[in-house]
Structures are given as structure tokens and as C-alpha cells.
């Protein structure tokens, strides 16, 4: 999911707070077991998002769970600034941020996962590595390789295999929610691009509690003007997978990941881009959330594939 780090590119598009030092005391087997955590909570969000769903309306449900998520980032966010050494982002930088990575690309996410299954749209938002590939060759004046143009086209492939199924089984002319979910990696990537080419000297924490509290408020208003968050349900499995979402599935992973770019080497991060969605298809697959045939698996393995030809190094 998404996050916003100033400065560096990491290899799925979210911004690098500064130039990774890979740490030599550091375990290959402990950077494995972080790694791992890190593609296996990811990857069960998109489910979690859904069990929400079940019961609760989606603006609602995601300012519940960035209200959480943000209060729990405010509150280590001191602890976690002692180990930046970068300024406070400019107000415009962060409100933006807000309003696109968290406001806007979880809004429009929640909204299509009312009707697309969890591992569908998980190799839907997969595009975003590539979206930000192409914004920093329009925008930040970067140049793509043979090898990335050929990725793009198979991904691209991809998708089109994904939609030429029946999309996880959605109903019969439904299929406009996934149009829509391919919005929602859009919008982040906007609000990416703005940080890594004006935030680069910026704090990653700070840019992330603000922005994070921002969406929060933004998709707490419309929730409360669009439907009644007031009257939302509350089963113990809504309130784990609500807690799940806020608590690990945004802050924990964020410190964890946050923590890598300092000790790990970029080549074991990548890994992350194409492990999360396939797992997701294989946890969607599990627990019953969709049908995922062969134009699903074979549209989602292009897809994989592609992203590895455009961030591989």
C-alpha cells in the first residue's frame, strides 16, 4: 500500500528518505524474515480491506482506519525522528500528499473493493511501480531502457489479460469498479512524483504523520457527507481486520520498511513488488474472496513480470 518517502525512488515507486547504507552486521536471514513480513502483511491488506467492507460503508472505513494509523504515527513519531536528519516538508508538499496518497488513492481504492476481489485489485494497484517509471521520464528527466519499454508492454498485457476475464468473478457489468480501482494507483503516483522532485531534503516521518492525519480528516469529511459513520456495524472481525489495517498493515510496516532502506540492499526490497500481489491472488484464492481462473492468473503473472523487467537493476 501506499506510503509517501521524500526523496530516492525505491524500486516500486514509493520515495527513499535518503541513500540506503546497506548495514555488512546485518543478517541475510534476519533481512529475509523483515522482507517476509513486510510481502506477507501487505499482501493480506487487500483482504482485510475487504472484510471491512462487508459490513461497513467504504469512506467510512477508511477514515476509521487512517484515523487509527495516524494517531499511532503522531505518537512514535518523535522516536522515529531521532534517526532522520532532515527538515520539516513545506506545508503545500504534505497537504498534497494528503490529499492524493491517502485521501484520494485509498478513497477510490476502498469505493472499488466494494465489487472487486481482493487479488484482482492487488494486481490492478500493481501498475503503480510502472506509473512512476514513466512519471519520472516525463517529469523528472529520467530515461527508460529497452528492458523497461519491453516491461511496460508486458504489463500492459497483462492487465488486458485480467480484464479479458471475468475480473475475479464481479457482476455482469460491474467491471467499471476496476476502471476505477486503476485510478487510485494514479492518484498516488501524482502525489509521489511531487515528493521525490520537491521533497527530497524533506523528513519522511513527519511528511507522512502530516499527510496521514490530512487524508484522514479529508476522508472523514466526505464520509460524513456522503454516508453515516456513525452507524457503522462493529463484528470482532471487522474491529480486527480494522486494527490490523491501521496498526500493522500501515504503521508497523512503514517503521519496518523504514528501517530497511538504511540496512538492506535494494535488490532484496524489490523483491516486495513481485511477491505482494501474487500472494494476495493466492490468499484471495483461499478464502473463497473471487474466482481467479486462468485469464486472472496468467494476466497477473505478465503483470509480475513486467514490473520486474522496469525496476530490476
Known amino acids: 500500500m501506499v506510503l509517501a518517502w521524500p526523496s530516492l525512488l525505491r524500486n516500486d515507486g514509493r520515495c527513499m528518505v535518503s541513500t540506503p547504507r546497506p548495514d555488512v552486521s546485518l543478517s541475510n536471514l534476519k533481512i529475509a524474515l523483515l522482507v517476509s513480513v513486510l510481502c506477507l502483511v501487505w499482501s493480506s491488506t487487500w483482504w482485510l480491506i475487504r472484510i471491512c467492507l462487508e459490513d461497513q460503508p467504504p469512506l467510512s472505513s477508511a477514515a476509521v482506519r487512517f484515523v487509527i494509523a495516524g494517531i499511532t504515527m503522531a505518537a512514535v513519531t518523535p522516536l522515529l525522528r531521532k534517526r532522520e536528519n532532515a527538515l520539516s516538508p513545506a506545508p503545500w508538499l504534505w497537504i498534497v500528499c494528503g490529499v492524493t496518497n491517502f485521501a ?180 484471495a484464492t483461499l478464502v473463497g474472496d473471487g474466482h481467479h481462473g486462468v485469464w486472472e492468473w496468467t494476466g497477473a503473472g505478465f503483470v509480475v513480470l513486467g514490473i520486474a523487467l522496469v525496476v530490476r537493476k
Not at 131 to 158: D, H, I, K, N, P
Not at 255 to 267: D, E, H, K, M, Q
Open 104 to 283: 484520494g488513492a485509498y478513497g477510490i481504492l476502498y469505493v472499488a473493493e466494494t465489487v472487486v476481489p481482493s487479488g484482482i485489485a492487488a494486481v490492478l494497484w500493481a501498475i503503480f511501480p510502472l506509473l512512476m517509471a514513466g512519471s519520472a521520464v516525463c517529469f523528472l528527466g529520467e530515461r527508460l531502457s529497452g528492458r523497461q519499454w519491453l516491461g511496460f508492454g508486458v504489463s500492459f498485457t497483462g492487465i488486458v489479460t485480467v480484464f479479458y476475464g471475468d475480473l475475479g468473478g464481479i457482476p455482469a457489468g460491474a467491471s467499471g469498479y476496476a476502471w476505477l480501482l486503476l485510478l487510485s494507483p494514479i492518484t498516488a503516483a501524482v502525489g509521489t512524483t511531487l515528493v521525490k522532485k520537491y521533497g527530497s531534503e524533506s523528513s519522511s516521518v513527519v511528511m507522512n504523520r502530516n499527510s496521514m492525519l490530512l487524508g484522514a480528516g479529508i476522508l472523514l469529511v466526505a464520509a460524513f457527507l456522503r454516508e453515516d459513520p456513525l452507524a457503522m456495524t462493529w463484528s470482532l472481525r471487522v474491529t480486527i481486520a480494522t486494527i490490523g489495517l491501521a496498526v500493522f498493515g500501515t504503521t508497523m510496516t512503514f517503521g519496518i520498511y523504514f528501517w530497511l532502506l538504511r540496512t538492506a540492499p535494494a535488490s532484496m526490497l524489490a523483491l516486495i513488488n513481485y511477491v505482494t500481489p501474487v500472494l494476495a491472488m493466492l490468499l
